[in-house]
């Protein structure tokens, strides 16, 4: 089957190794539910870590999703609940933010920033090598062409397959299976395996740069959007030299991983 090539072709480029410890990033949607089948069926040492954001049935039915997932795969579950241990749903925190900063921030950039704060300082106790994310073709595509439309392709220089950040003992590689394989071919491939997933939307993603740059990449054609990675990886080298010579540094605040001296996680909610 193509997709399951693309998949392992990927995996060989990036040389996983099977007996590293990889946490993957469980949503309940299509794409990471994807990456942990098929990390699994290849033989790969995976963890499920899912962050229930406490927003009503839609994160029930995530929830729901990613604990059938788990079992079916017989794989171990590590769940995030953010009301518990931050205080509030994503909605209120993400509330209380914009209220703070004014509504500048937008829901999926505030969302994004946190889950990403959370998954590295979890993996990190976790003990795990890498954490695997759901990324896909069409997401690699708009992340590229909005830093290119924003002026700032410097900031696509750690993209890829697999993170390029410089080794750093508190931050957790990333790798990103589906890197390279195209959304509609992964939304047929869990229909047809019949794999537990929630295709409907999150109710909070509405006000995204991210959505408008979509709209256009859903006109294009796959092939279309593979030459546009395909250039994404030639110009790689040369965007690698754009971005600052400084290396990680740690949060004032939190201590974690960050390239200023606060991290933006603490920045947000002015720790």
Request: proline share 2%; hydrophobic share 30%; aromatic share 8%.
């Amino acid at each position: 089957m193509e997709l399951e090539q693309k998949f392992k072709q990927t995996l060989e480029k990036i040389k996983l190794n099977k007996k590293e410890k990889i946490l993957v990033a469980l949503s309940g949607g299509k794409d990471s539910t994807v990456t942990a089948y098929l990390l699994k069926k290849f033989g790969y040492n995976i963890e499920g870590f899912h962050i229930n954001l406490s927003m009503g049935d839609y994160s029930k039915k995530c929830l729901d999703a990613v604990e059938k997932l788990c079992s079916d795969l017989k794989i171990k579950l590590h769940v995030y609940n953010i009301k518990d241990e931050m205080g509030g749903s994503m909605c209120y925190i993400r509330t209380a933010i914009q209220t703070s900063h004014g509504k500048g921030l937008k829901n999926c950039a505030i969302c994004g920033v946190i889950k990403k704060w959370i998954m590295n300082r979890e993996a990190r106790k976790l003990k795990v090598e890498k954490i695997a994310t759901g990324h896909n073709l069409d997401d690699e595509t708009q992340t590229f062409l909005m830093n290119i439309l924003k002026g700032s392709p410097q900031l696509s220089a750690n993209s890829g397959a697999i993170t390029k950040n410089k080794g750093d003992k508190k931050f957790i590689t990333r790798i990103k299976p589906l890197f390279y394989i195209d959304e509609n071919d992964i939304r047929g491939y869990a229909k047809k395996k019949k794999l537990p997933v929630v295709y409907e939307k999150c109710p909070c993603a509405l006000d995204s740069y991210r959505i408008q740059i979509r709209q256009f990449t859903n006109s294009l054609t796959k092939k279309e959007k593979e030459n546009i990675m395909k250039n994404f990886d030639r110009l790689s080298e040369r965007i690698q030299k754009l971005k600052s010579e400084e290396g990680l540094n740690y949060c004032e605040k939190c201590g974690e991983p960050s390239r200023n001296k606060i991290c933006r996680m603490c920045a947000m909610i002015k720790k």
